[in-house]
């Protein structure tokens, strides 16, 4: 099993218990709710659903929400989508690379989220030895640990405001409903202030270019058809992809 593949593994299950952090207040009943009836003339026989399998179904449907909403997916897509337009390129990369580039750095990132997720909240569940709610209870640290983080203070006590609560509740004391706006906020602030420095350079190249046209009196000729080689050259010369993932990588801070 590659490395990569292991990873993915491991934040399926992860994802699946941060899944029902969104549940935490509903009680799981262990008895079934009717799901169809099937019936010979003389007699019938219903076929139920555990309530727990419907609410962990049903919560598989939210992953990629979660996913935007509660990691580094948000930054990281919104940076790289900013770097295309910087470079004045269209299509490519294609959005489903600019996409899994995006999720492949998320995995690699909040590994030292979904470590201690896995170890301490999955294995123990699924062994047996804590309930749902006390995996939910350990899961839920690590996660709000890392939104907390990376929220700035500022868009959290907006949020507080929004919601009505007080302002100096306590950490552990913010509900999730108010953590995650403000994450997300907080997250796409951050990603326009990289992607201003990136685009930087690239609009100095499109201005120089501009002017040195404009001086040569080729009004007609697009600046862009001239300056779009040269920024690709600059980039490459650069290393720009190492940079803009090196960049991204220190702004989590080290996690």
Known sequence: MTLLTKHTSILLRVALVIGMLVFSGVSLADQGIPFITVSDGDSSEEYSVKIQILIL?????????????????????????????ALGLQQSPPNRILIGIALTMTMLLMKPVWTPIFEDAYKPYEAGEITLQQAFAVAEQPVRQFMLSQTYENSLEQMLRIAGDPLDLEPEEISFAVLMPAFVISELKTAFQIGFMLFIPFLIIDIVVASVLMAMGMMMLSPLIISLPFKLMVFVMVDGWAMTVGSLSASFGGL
């Open 57 to 85: 179904m049903t919560a598989l449907s939210f992953l990629p929400a979660m996913l935007m909403m509660m990691t580094s997916f948000t930054r990281i897509i919104i940076v790289l989508a900013i770097l295309r337009q």
